[in-house]
C-alpha cells in the first residue's frame, strides 16, 4: 500500500475500520488487562466506531505495568492471549480451515499469537517493562524499519553503520528489522561497550557506510575522535540519531566535523519511539537548522495529544502529552499509553513541507512534561534550562550511578539568585576529582552552563534524596527554592 501520499479523509477511514476491527476482534476477547477494564467502565467496544470514539476509552500508564507485590508480572496481563475455541468458531477461520487443512490454521494461530521476541524499557531506577512480540508484530517492526529508510530518504545502495548499543532495547532491533525488510547493508557494531570506540571507528572505514546510525552523545563522540585522528569519511550524508534527544549543537557539530572529514552535504534525521509503541518514526532530510517533525504511519497507530492536566484530547497542532494506541498489534498491547512525552507542537495533518509526503507528524520539541525552567543566575535576566538535556548528560556519563539535580536560593535568601546543585553518586572506584571536571567540562560544552556546586553522596543516600517527596515518582529535579 502507499502508505505516505494518500488523503487525509482516507487515512482516517482505515484508522477508523482498523481500530474497530482491532478492540472488538482482538482486544475485548483475548487481552486479559483490557477486558476487565472494559467490564469495570461498562465499555462496550463495538460503539467504538471511529478515532474520536477513542476518548471513551481511560489511558494507560506507565504505572499499571509496573510490578506490585500482589502481582509481580504485571506486565503478563498486557500480553493478547487468544482463546482458541472462540477463535476457531470465526466464519474466516472456518473457511480457512476447510481450504487448508486444520493444521495450517493452528500454524498460523501460533505465528499471529505466540510470543517469540521482546524489547523492554530502559528504566534507570524504576524496574525495565518487557513488551512482547509475535511474528505478526514482527512484521509490523519490519514494516515500519522499511517506511523510517524511507523517509530518511536512503537507498537500498547505500551502506549504514548501526552504533546503537546492542541489548533488548528498541533502537537496535529497530535498526536491524529496517535493513533486513529495505534490503540495505546495515552493519551493527553494538555500540561503544561491544566494540570501543577504536572498533566502531574501523567498521566505518571498513564498511564506508554512506549513512551513520546510533544514539546522538555516542555517535558525537565517535566522528570527535574519528576527526581528530584525521580519519577522512566523503561518502558519508547521513546522521540518524535515536534514544535520546538530539541537541541542535550537537547536531551541528558532527556535520561540521564530517565535512572537515571531506563528506559533502550531510544530513541529520531524528527519530522518536518508545518500546511501548514497539516502533519508532522519523524525519525526513531538511537544511540544517530545520526539522520536518517525526512523520507517523497512519494505518499502524494513533498518536493522541492530550491536555496532561484534563486528560481532554487537543486539536491539531496544539501542544500536549502523546498518547499512543496501536491499531494492528499481537504480543504486549496497551490503549491510549500516556507516554509522558510533551509536544510543543503537537501533531499536523498539513502535508510535509519537505517531502510532500501526508501522513501526520508530530512537530516541534518533544520533551519530559515541564522540563524546562527559568532559572535567575544573574541579577538581570533569567535563563532557560532545559533539565530533559541535563539528564541525558548525566545519564549517558558511566562514571555516575544516581544523580539529583536541586534549585536552590543563594543564601536561602528568596531575594537573591537561583542557584544548580548537582548531587552524584559516583560509581564504584570512580576518581571523583576527575569525574566533577568530566561533568563541568560537559555541562559547558552540551548545555552551556555548570553547576554551582557538585555535591558527593554515597548511593544509599542519593536513593533516599531522589524518593524524597513521594514514593511513585522518582525526583530528579528538586526545586527547593522558597514559593512565593
Ligand atoms: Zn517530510
Known amino acids: 500500500m ?34 476487565r477494564v472494559f467490564a469495570e467502565h461498562k465499555i462496550d467496544p463495538r460503539r467504538i466506531k471511529t478515532v474520536t470514539d477513542l476518548r471513551h476509552l481511560p489511558f494507560t500508564s506507565k504505572a499499571d505495568l509496573l510490578p506490585t507485590s500482589e502481582q509481580p508480572e504485571k506486565f503478563r496481563e498486557f500480553i493478547i492471549t487468544p482463546d482458541i475455541s472462540v477463535l476457531k468458531h470465526r466464519p474466516r477461520v472456518v473457511a480457512e480451515a476447510l481450504l487448508r487443512g486444520r493444521s495450517a490454521v493452528e500454524r498460523r494461530f501460533e505465528r499471529e499469537y505466540r510470543p517469540i521476541f521482546l524489547t523492554a524499557t530502559t528504566g534507570r531506577s524504576s524496574m525495565p517493562v518487557a513488551f512482547a512480540y509475535t511474528d505478526y508484530d514482527m512484521r509490523n517492526l519490519r514494516t515500519a524499519g522499511a517506511r523510517l529508510i524511507q523517509t530518511f530518504g536512503a537507498t537500498t545502495k547505500m551502506r549504514g553503520v548501526n552504533m546503537f548499543p ?17 534490503g540495505m547493508l546495515l552493519v551493527s557494531s553494538g555500540g561503544g ?9 574501523s567498521v566505518i572505514e571498513k564498511i564506508k557506510p554512506e549513512a551513520i546510525i546510533g544514539i546522538p552523545t555516542f555517535v558525537y563522540h565517535v566522528i570527535r575522535e574519528a576527526h581528530a585522528q584525521g580519519r577522512k569519511w566523503p561518502q558519508v550524508c547521513k546522521i540518524v540519531l535515536g534514544g535520546e534527544k538530539s541537541p541542535p549543537g550537537i547536531r551541528r557539530k558532527m556535520v561540521a566535523m564530517l565535512q572537515d572529514m571531506g563528506a559533502g552535504e550531510v544530513r541529520v534525521c531524528g527519530t522518536y519511539g518508545f518500546t511501548e509503541a514497539r516502533m519508532a518514526w522519523g524525519e525526513c532530510p531538511t537544511p540544517p537548522g530545520e526539522y520536518s517533525g517525526y512523520h507517523l ?19 491539531e497542532g496544539k501542544a500536549g502529552e502523546l498518547v499512543y494506541t496501536p491499531l494492528d498489534a499481537r504480543g504486549t498491547v496497551v490503549l491510549r499509553y500516556r507516554t509522558g512525552d510533551y509536544v510543543d507542537g503537537g501533531v499536523t495533518w498539513e502535508p510535509c513541507p519537505y517531502c510532500g509526503r501526508t501522513v501526520p507528524r508530530v512537530v516541534g520539541k518533544i520533551g519530559r512534561q515541564s522540563s524546562t525552567k ?4 544573574g541579577k538581570l535576566k533569567g535563563t532557560l534550562v532545559n533539565f530533559d ?39 564504584n572506584g570512580a576518581n571523583i576529582e576527575q569525574l566533577k571536571e568530566k561533568i563541568r567540562n560537559r555541562f559547558q560544552t552540551e548545555i552551556e ?20 517527596e513521594s514514593s511513585l515518582k522518582e525526583v530528579r529535579v528538586l526545586d527547593a527554592r522558597p514559593k512565593e
Open 374 to 377: 527559568e532559572l535567575q543566575f
Open 193 to 201: 561497550k561491544v566494540m570501543g570506540t577504536d572498533g566502531n571507528i
Open 297 to 315: 504511519f497512519p494505518d499502524l497507530g494513533i498518536l493522541e495529544v492530550i491536555d496532561p492536566e484534563t486528560g481532554e484530547v487537543q486539536g
Open 389 to 427: 538535556s541535563i539528564q541525558q548528560l548525566l545519564d549517558d556519563t558511566a562514571e555516575i550511578g544516581e544523580w539529583q539535580l536541586e534549585i536552590r536560593k543563594a543564601h536561602d535568601d528568596p531575594h537573591d539568585v537561583d542557584e544548580l546543585i548537582l548531587h552524584v553518586a559516583p560509581d
Open 166 to 182: 546492542y541489548a533488548p532495547h528498541l533502537a537496535f532491533w529497530q535498526v536491524i528489522f529496517a535493513g533486513l525488510e529495505f
Open 2 to 35: 502507499k502508505w505516505d501520499h494518500l488523503s487525509v479523509a482516507e487515512q482516517r477511514r482505515v484508522q477508523n475500520e482498523k481500530l474497530h476491527q482491532f478492540l472488538t476482534e482482538v482486544i475485548a476477547p483475548f487481552s486479559p488487562y483490557y477486558k
Open 449 to 468: 552552563l555548570t553547576p554551582n556546586r557538585i555535591e558527593v553522596h554515597t548511593l544509599d543516600d542519593m536513593l533516599k534524596r531522589i524518593k524524597l
